[in-house]
């Protein structure tokens, strides 16, 4: 089997004999690779490789192969910018970003900026993770498109199980101390008030992004608190991490989360959770196994028992970039955003459409709860997570403050 190298040299010379270089698209991944981030960045690192290979192996976009530049931000917005520069003059065409919406603010700014005042050397940002509901609404613009449902779609779906659930009276908001942790509490707080306006808020917390090493002190303020139930955005360590603090603390509540399923997660709660983790995504293995066999290829190609198919959004969106880049006959970032607007493709579980309007990817919905009755388990474990409800794309839509600005 040839290796990646000596294919990529064989296009090459192929090009060169017919008197001309192929460029290759060049696609830039800027997200943690190091520190307390890195499992979620590492993770969709690796399946962003993955459908950059699977497309190559197809015959590239429009005949071109795509090339992943990778680089470590240290979820740092300065950090993001430096690289986002270097990414660029190193012929990025494409930004891939997605953990921490204080650097995506950062390069949705940078791009646009960029993109005005470097006519014909435009890129596209591919947010797949930071959901800020800010980023498709006061700061949307035409080259940014997430792929990921924003908070506020989210907390719909969390508030909408927890409104049917009359033994929750109490809850404790803990949230990472950025925007969009602010953006959680300030979710959680308004549709609670508008569904459930019985329920008690008894802690409001916001902490510093993967600094936190030890939550035993906040497991102490929600044990104190008398909560039933936790509301938390966190993410990477800071979700593990809390799941560990609170089973050495005996802390017996219900978690709502955004990212309750994340790599480390599952082990770190284990049986505890069992009944009581919740958590709200585009996926679960327990639905994608049986559907999916790009999930079955990416378990063999990836085989540590952490190498889960998480990033199902990611198919998603290399999924609209392919009908895209074929609707546009180019990879030119331009027509790329152009055929993109609006695009409507059927998944698996149901259709998704890429609103024209705000550049939101409209995808279903599931909340789902931690059990030891699923035919897959997670991470080498025999828990994962069982369906409580889907919810169709269709309806996962809100209004929009965005006010598009289009090129020409």
């Given at each position: 089997?040839?290796?990646?190298?000596?294919?990529?040299?064989?296009?090459?010379?192929?090009?060169?004999?017919?008197?001309?270089?192929?460029?290759?698209?060049?696609?830039?991944?800027?997200?943690?690779?190091?520190?307390?981030?890195?499992?979620?960045?590492?993770?969709?690192?690796?399946?962003?490789?993955?459908?950059?290979?699977?497309?190559?192996?197809?015959?590239?976009l429009?005949?071109?192969?795509?090339e992943?530049?990778?680089?470590?931000?240290?979820?740092?917005?300065?950090?993001?910018?430096?690289?986002?520069?270097?990414?660029?003059?190193?012929?990025?065409?494409?930004?891939?970003?997605?953990?921490?919406?204080?650097?995506?603010?950062?390069?949705?700014?940078?791009?646009?900026?960029?993109?005005?005042?470097?006519?014909?050397?435009?890129?596209?940002?591919?947010?797949?993770?930071?959901?800020?509901?800010a980023l498709?609404?006061?700061?949307?613009?035409?080259?940014?498109?997430?792929?990921?449902?924003?908070?506020?779609?989210?907390?719909?779906?969390?508030?909408?199980?927890?409104?049917k659930?009359?033994?929750?009276?109490?809850?404790?908001?803990?949230?990472?101390?950025?925007?969009?942790?602010?953006?959680?509490?300030?979710?959680?707080?308004?549709?609670?008030?508008?569904?459930?306006?019985?329920?008690?808020?008894?802690?409001?917390?916001?902490?510093p992004?993967?600094?936190?090493?030890?939550f035993?002190?906040?497991?102490?303020?929600?044990?104190?608190?008398?909560?039933?139930t936790?509301?938390?955005?966190?993410?990477?360590?800071?979700?593990?991490?809390?799941?560990?603090?609170?089973?050495?603390?005996?802390?017996?509540?219900?978690?709502?989360?955004?990212?309750g399923?994340?790599?480390?997660?599952?082990?770190?709660i284990?049986?505890?959770?069992v009944?009581?983790?919740?958590?709200?995504?585009?996926?679960?293995?327990?639905?994608l196994?049986e559907?999916?066999?790009?999930?079955?290829?990416?378990?063999?190609?990836?085989?540590?028992?952490?190498?889960?198919f998480?990033?199902?959004?990611?198919?998603?969106?290399f999924?609209?970039?392919?009908?895209?880049?074929?609707?546009?006959?180019?990879?030119?970032?331009?027509?790329?955003?152009?055929?993109?607007?609006?695009?409507?493709?059927?998944?698996?579980?149901?259709?998704?459409?890429?609103?024209?309007?705000?550049?939101?990817?409209?995808?279903?919905?599931?909340?789902?709860?931690?059990?030891?009755?699923?035919?897959?388990?997670?991470?080498?474990?025999?828990?994962?997570?069982?369906?409580?409800?889907?919810?169709?794309?269709?309806?996962?839509?809100?209004?929009t403050s965005c006010?598009?600005q289009?090129?020409?």
């Amino acid at each position: 089997m040839r290796t990646a190298s000596q294919l990529a040299n064989l296009v090459l010379a192929a090009a060169l004999s017919c008197g001309h270089a192929r460029a290759d698209l060049k696609i830039a991944y800027i997200d943690p690779l190091s520190g307390g981030a890195a499992s979620a960045g590492v993770s969709a690192q690796k399946h962003i490789v993955f459908y950059a290979d699977k497309i190559n192996a197809a015959g590239g976009l429009n005949g071109e192969k795509i090339e992943v530049l990778s680089f470590d931000n240290k979820v740092n917005p300065q950090e993001s910018l430096i690289v986002l520069k270097k990414a660029i003059d190193e012929g990025a065409r494409i930004v891939f970003q997605g953990n921490g919406s204080a650097v995506a603010h950062a390069i949705t700014d940078a791009v646009l900026k960029h993109n005005e005042r470097n006519p014909g050397k435009e890129v596209l940002y591919f947010n797949y993770a930071a959901i800020d509901p800010a980023l498709t609404n006061e700061k949307c613009h035409f080259w940014h498109f997430r792929f990921d449902a924003d908070v506020d779609m989210k907390m719909g779906a969390l508030t909408d199980a927890i409104a049917k659930d009359a033994k929750i009276k109490k809850i404790y908001l803990i949230n990472q101390d950025y925007s969009f942790g602010k953006a959680v509490s300030a979710a959680a707080k308004s549709m609670l008030a508008a569904k459930r306006p019985d329920i008690q808020i008894v802690g409001d917390e916001l902490h510093p992004l993967q600094k936190v090493q030890d939550f035993s002190p906040y497991v102490a303020k929600i044990k104190a608190s008398g909560a039933d139930t936790v509301i938390t955005g966190n993410w990477s360590n800071d979700m593990l991490l809390l799941f560990k603090a609170g089973k050495d603390a005996g802390l017996k509540v219900n978690y709502y989360t955004y990212y309750g399923g994340g790599l480390g997660s599952v082990p770190a709660i284990g049986k505890d959770g069992v009944g009581a983790l919740k958590q709200v995504t585009e996926m679960h293995n327990n639905v994608l196994r049986e559907l999916d066999p790009d999930e079955i290829a990416f378990r063999k190609r990836y085989t540590d028992k952490a190498d889960e198919f998480y990033y199902w959004r990611l198919k998603n969106t290399f999924a609209l970039l392919v009908a895209a880049a074929a609707k546009a006959k180019s990879n030119d970032p331009v027509k790329l955003a152009r055929a993109l607007e609006g695009m409507k493709l059927d998944t698996v579980v149901g259709p998704m459409e890429m609103r024209a309007d705000n550049h939101q990817l409209l995808q279903p919905l599931f909340v789902s709860t931690l059990s030891d009755k699923v035919k897959n388990g997670l991470e080498g474990t025999p828990l994962g997570f069982a369906t409580d409800r889907k919810i169709d794309a269709k309806d996962t839509a809100l209004p929009t403050s965005c006010k598009m600005q289009r090129p020409g």
